[in-house]
Protein backbone atom coordinates (compact mmCIF):
# COMPACT_ATOMS: atom_id res chain seq x y z
CA UNK A 1 0.00 0.00 0.00
CA UNK A 2 2.91 2.26 1.26
CA UNK A 3 4.59 1.93 -2.35
CA UNK A 4 1.49 2.79 -4.30
CA UNK A 5 0.76 5.63 -2.54
CA UNK A 6 4.61 7.17 -2.58
CA UNK A 7 4.49 5.82 -6.53
CA UNK A 8 1.01 7.80 -6.98
CA UNK A 9 2.88 11.26 -5.19
CA UNK A 10 6.00 10.39 -6.70
CA UNK A 11 5.60 10.98 -10.61
CA UNK A 12 3.64 13.96 -10.25
CA UNK A 13 6.85 15.21 -8.44
CA UNK A 14 9.33 13.93 -11.01
CA UNK A 15 7.02 15.54 -14.07
CA UNK A 16 7.00 18.72 -12.09
CA UNK A 17 10.87 18.84 -11.96
CA UNK A 18 11.73 18.14 -14.97
CA UNK A 19 9.69 21.02 -16.54
CA UNK A 20 10.46 23.63 -14.22
CA UNK A 21 11.24 24.23 -10.36
CA UNK A 22 12.01 27.54 -8.30
CA UNK A 23 15.46 28.38 -7.97
CA UNK A 24 17.09 27.26 -5.12
CA UNK A 25 14.18 24.91 -4.10
CA UNK A 26 16.77 22.11 -4.42
CA UNK A 27 19.93 24.02 -2.78
CA UNK A 28 20.75 22.70 0.69
CA UNK A 29 22.38 24.69 3.80
CA UNK A 30 23.70 23.39 6.79
CA UNK A 31 21.66 25.29 9.07
CA UNK A 32 18.81 23.36 7.47
CA UNK A 33 19.67 20.14 9.60
CA UNK A 34 19.18 22.25 13.00
CA UNK A 35 15.85 23.46 11.88
CA UNK A 36 14.85 19.99 11.31
CA UNK A 37 16.45 18.76 14.51
CA UNK A 38 14.69 22.11 16.75
CA UNK A 39 11.64 21.88 15.35
CA UNK A 40 10.53 18.31 14.49
CA UNK A 41 11.29 17.42 18.18
CA UNK A 42 8.89 20.34 19.12
CA UNK A 43 6.16 19.12 16.77
CA UNK A 44 6.55 15.84 18.57
CA UNK A 45 6.29 17.35 21.85
CA UNK A 46 3.26 19.23 20.94
CA UNK A 47 1.92 16.18 19.57
CA UNK A 48 2.58 14.63 23.25
CA UNK A 49 0.76 17.90 24.58
CA UNK A 50 -2.26 17.43 22.80
CA UNK A 51 -2.62 13.55 23.37
CA UNK A 52 -2.54 15.26 27.24
CA UNK A 53 -4.89 17.63 26.78
CA UNK A 54 -7.73 15.16 27.39
CA UNK A 55 -7.12 15.13 30.95
CA UNK A 56 -5.61 11.38 31.23
CA UNK A 57 -1.62 10.75 31.23
CA UNK A 58 -0.24 10.45 28.48
CA UNK A 59 0.47 6.53 27.53
CA UNK A 60 3.79 5.35 25.90
CA UNK A 61 3.08 4.70 22.18
CA UNK A 62 3.82 0.77 21.84
CA UNK A 63 3.62 -1.89 19.10
CA UNK A 64 1.01 -4.92 19.83
CA UNK A 65 3.37 -7.91 21.54
CA UNK A 66 2.92 -11.10 22.98
CA UNK A 67 6.49 -11.13 23.93
CA UNK A 68 7.52 -7.97 24.74
CA UNK A 69 9.81 -7.34 21.95
CA UNK A 70 9.23 -5.23 18.68
CA UNK A 71 7.79 -7.23 15.06
CA UNK A 72 9.65 -8.14 12.72
CA UNK A 73 8.96 -5.60 10.18
CA UNK A 74 9.50 -2.67 12.64
CA UNK A 75 13.03 -1.75 11.74
CA UNK A 76 11.98 -1.83 7.71
CA UNK A 77 8.63 -0.16 8.45
CA UNK A 78 10.66 2.97 10.95
CA UNK A 79 13.11 3.68 7.97
CA UNK A 80 10.64 3.67 5.13
CA UNK A 81 8.47 6.03 7.43
CA UNK A 82 11.35 8.10 8.33
CA UNK A 83 13.18 8.25 5.24
CA UNK A 84 11.44 7.79 1.92
CA UNK A 85 8.20 9.01 3.65
CA UNK A 86 9.07 12.95 4.22
CA UNK A 87 11.13 12.71 0.92
CA UNK A 88 8.09 12.05 -1.33
CA UNK A 89 5.60 13.65 0.97
CA UNK A 90 7.50 16.77 1.16
CA UNK A 91 8.46 17.11 -2.81
CA UNK A 92 4.78 16.64 -3.28
CA UNK A 93 3.29 18.77 -1.10
CA UNK A 94 5.58 21.44 -0.82
CA UNK A 95 7.49 20.88 -3.79
CA UNK A 96 4.52 21.09 -5.93
CA UNK A 97 1.44 21.41 -4.59
CA UNK A 98 2.52 24.35 -2.09
CA UNK A 99 4.72 25.87 -5.13
CA UNK A 100 2.09 25.52 -7.84
CA UNK A 101 -0.60 27.19 -5.43
CA UNK A 102 1.76 30.21 -4.84
CA UNK A 103 2.30 30.56 -8.49
CA UNK A 104 -1.11 30.52 -9.56
CA UNK A 105 -2.73 32.95 -6.70
CA UNK A 106 0.28 35.31 -6.82
CA UNK A 107 -1.17 36.36 -9.99
CA UNK A 108 -3.93 37.44 -8.51
CA UNK A 109 -3.16 37.91 -5.44
CA UNK A 110 -0.11 39.72 -2.97
CA UNK A 111 3.11 37.85 -2.12
CA UNK A 112 2.03 37.55 1.65
CA UNK A 113 -1.99 36.43 0.66
CA UNK A 114 -0.78 33.62 -1.91
CA UNK A 115 1.96 31.94 0.85
CA UNK A 116 -0.66 31.74 3.48
CA UNK A 117 -2.97 30.29 1.17
CA UNK A 118 -0.45 28.15 -0.45
CA UNK A 119 0.51 26.92 2.72
CA UNK A 120 -3.22 26.52 4.00
CA UNK A 121 -4.27 24.57 0.98
CA UNK A 122 -0.78 22.23 0.74
CA UNK A 123 -1.21 21.70 4.54
CA UNK A 124 -5.18 20.33 4.18
CA UNK A 125 -4.14 18.42 1.74
CA UNK A 126 -1.41 16.82 3.62
CA UNK A 127 -4.01 16.03 6.56
CA UNK A 128 -6.67 14.52 4.45
CA UNK A 129 -4.43 12.45 2.60
CA UNK A 130 -2.86 11.22 6.23
CA UNK A 131 -6.37 10.35 6.78
CA UNK A 132 -7.48 8.73 4.10
CA UNK A 133 -4.26 6.01 4.11
CA UNK A 134 -3.75 5.39 7.76
CA UNK A 135 -5.38 5.33 10.83
CA UNK A 136 -5.19 8.92 12.42
CA UNK A 137 -7.02 9.40 15.68
CA UNK A 138 -7.16 11.83 18.83
CA UNK A 139 -4.58 14.69 18.51
CA UNK A 140 -2.97 13.29 15.36
CA UNK A 141 -4.72 15.52 12.58
CA UNK A 142 -3.65 18.67 14.45
CA UNK A 143 -0.02 17.49 14.83
CA UNK A 144 -0.43 16.91 11.24
CA UNK A 145 -1.72 20.12 10.66
CA UNK A 146 1.35 21.48 12.47
CA UNK A 147 3.77 19.60 10.47
CA UNK A 148 2.47 20.58 7.48
CA UNK A 149 2.13 24.61 8.42
CA UNK A 150 5.59 24.55 9.94
CA UNK A 151 6.90 22.56 6.38
CA UNK A 152 5.25 25.17 4.21
CA UNK A 153 6.04 28.12 6.21
CA UNK A 154 9.69 26.63 6.02
CA UNK A 155 9.72 26.44 2.11
CA UNK A 156 8.06 29.79 1.63
CA UNK A 157 10.57 31.50 4.22
CA UNK A 158 13.73 29.67 2.70
CA UNK A 159 12.61 29.00 -0.76
CA UNK A 160 14.85 25.76 -0.24
CA UNK A 161 12.77 22.13 0.39
CA UNK A 162 15.25 21.36 2.78
CA UNK A 163 14.12 22.32 6.25
CA UNK A 164 10.90 21.06 5.67
CA UNK A 165 12.43 17.38 4.59
CA UNK A 166 14.90 17.98 7.89
CA UNK A 167 11.76 18.32 10.14
CA UNK A 168 9.83 15.91 8.69
CA UNK A 169 12.88 13.11 9.19
CA UNK A 170 12.67 13.94 12.82
CA UNK A 171 9.32 14.40 13.34
CA UNK A 172 8.76 10.70 12.16
CA UNK A 173 11.49 9.72 13.84
CA UNK A 174 11.25 10.81 17.09
CA UNK A 175 8.01 8.86 16.70
CA UNK A 176 9.20 5.34 16.22
CA UNK A 177 12.17 5.69 19.02
CA UNK A 178 8.86 6.82 21.56
CA UNK A 179 6.89 3.91 20.07
CA UNK A 180 10.35 1.52 20.47
CA UNK A 181 10.97 2.68 23.84
CA UNK A 182 7.89 2.42 24.97
CA UNK A 183 7.39 -1.36 23.57
CA UNK A 184 10.56 -2.72 24.67
CA UNK A 185 10.01 -0.79 28.39
CA UNK A 186 6.38 -2.53 28.23
Known amino acids: MRAA ?9 AVALSRSRPRGLLRARPVDALYGIVFGVALRGLQGW ?13 TFSADGFLPESFAVDALSDTIVAPLVEEF ?11 VVLRE ?9 A ?11 AHQL ?10 ALAAVGAVAGTFVMATGRIWPAIAMHVVFNATGYLLLAAGTLLS
Open 5 to 13: VWVALGVPV
Open 133 to 142: VSDTSGADPL
Open 108 to 116: VSERVGAGV
Open 118 to 128: AVAFSTALFVA
Open 92 to 102: FFRGVVLVCTY
Open 50 to 62: LEGLGGDPVAWPS
